[in-house]
């Protein structure tokens, strides 16, 4: 595992139509589910790690879950180590570094696995993983609100619940994540030089599409304006503050 602790940071958070969303919710009312909502891990990873590809491996794994959304998002630090990840986007690393900020313990580090935007553990560490997934779940149950991806003649359309009647309601942002869902990199130097390695939900864009008070919100994109090449899985997130809990999820396996 490679890790970086920065710490005093002043950092910037600058098969089908298949969609996940709560069952038997509604989105008027934002009430509770059950099943529960899906949770939400961000596997922040890198090709230039040698203790990256357990966890690639483990987070399509993870994806295959019904009740998980999950994101490969890879960073562009260990890039000067002699190969360049031909993923990477200095956002991710951006977005990383926020959450160390906001959890106050400044550890960044690959691979690195951040659950329902609380908790962070090792990436390959299934058993950690399952624990955070159970933990932070029950402490965003009371705020959790209900999302939903469709599509319609062109458009993809986003639909968030209003809170509970009584809620103490945080300002949070809809974020909308534009996946690939696998990849395939040959890797020509660095550590993991000579190995071909398979990336699950690949984030090639993620983006802001709107910010929530409490109310019901319905956000419409033109398909055209959001599709990347070889990208045609989304996800959207609901999050409060800057980085905050991630109190709602949707994913569309293909728009």
């Known amino acids: 595992m490679r890790c970086l602790l920065l710490l005093g940071l002043a950092i910037a958070f600058a098969g089908g139509t298949g969609v996940a969303q709560p069952q038997g919710a509604s989105l008027a009312t934002g009430a509770a589910s059950s099943p ?9 990873t ?12 483990l987070l399509a794994q993870l994806a295959s879950r019904g009740e998980v959304v999950a994101l490969s998002l890879s960073v562009d630090y260990w890039d000067y ?43 390959s560490d299934e058993g950690q993983i399952l624990q955070a997934i159970d933990k932070t779940s029950k402490v965003v149950a009371a705020q959790r609100i209900p999302l939903r991806l469709s599509e319609d003649k062109g458009k993809l359309i986003v639909e968030a619940g209003a809170a509970p009647a009584g809620a103490v309601v945080k300002d949070a942002t809809l974020w909308l994540a534009v996946m690939s869902p696998k990849v395939e990199v040959s890797i020509g130097r660095g550590e993991n030089q000579g190995k071909k390695i398979t990336y699950t939900n690949v984030v090639r864009e993620l983006m802001p599409i709107g910010s929530w008070s409490g109310k019901a919100l319905t956000v419409e ?35």
């Open 36 to 44: 529960s909502p899906p949770a939400v891990v961000e596997l922040y």
């Open 46 to 57: 890198s090709q230039g790690c040698s203790s990256c590809p357990a966890a690639d491996a």
């Open 81 to 123: 180590l002699g190969w360049r990840d031909t993923l990477a986007s200095s956002k991710f690393s951006e977005r990383q570094r926020a959450y160390a900020k906001a959890r106050g313990d400044g550890a960044i580090y690959t691979p690195q696995i951040i659950v329902n935007g609380l908790a962070h553990v090792n990436g």
């Open 221 to 255: 994109l033109q398909r055209q304006a959001i599709l990347r090449p070889g990208a045609d899985r989304c996800a959207v997130l609901l999050q409060q503050g800057h980085a905050g809990p991630i109190v709602g999820a949707a994913l569309m396996n293909h728009f």
